[in-house]
């Protein structure tokens, strides 16, 4: 369990900071634009979360906790000597989304365009809650041509961002649906 005694430490006053091996980093290491990014992605999320109920708001409310599972996973690097095993994303946790993917996506009809971006609040948030996980994916992926990461991490980022994309479009379908893509339209 965590136990947070004080917030403020001073450590990184030098513009660096510990991963959780121990080891320390400059704060614009791309590790830590990984996993400051995941948790970006958490504060959108909490937001989206204000404009939703059932179904959407629980399952939400575990995707934020698995976050701060994603933010745990990438700030142990794969290699690190670490006493006890440190916390990583788990295949149940990609099962358990693409799962609520499906279910939401089953109530949907079929897209004949693209979706632009918008239509009510919460889904104007998912949306932007997508495009944070597609940042957090290409740092991830960046970072994984230097550094080993967890595989599973990096298909639960990418399932992530297809969630967001089915659960904006499902906070819309209660409202009015989808706003799409014209092609041209403004010519």
Known sequence: MVRITRVTTKTGDDGTTALGSGARVSKDDP????YGTVDELNAVLGLARLKLGPPLDPMLARIQNELFD?????CVPEE????GTPLRIVEAQVEALERDLEALNGELSPLASFVLPGGSEAAALLHLARTVARRAEREMVALARTARLNPVA???VNRLSDF??????FANSGVG??????PGASR
């Open 70 to 74: 994603l933010g745990a996973d990438l």
């Open 177 to 182: 649906g989808d706003t799409l893509w014209v």
């Open 80 to 83: 690190a000597e670490t006493r």
């Open 31 to 34: 590790r830590i634009a990984a």
């Open 164 to 169: 967001l994309f089915v659960a904006a479009r």
């Open 154 to 156: 990096l298909r639960y």
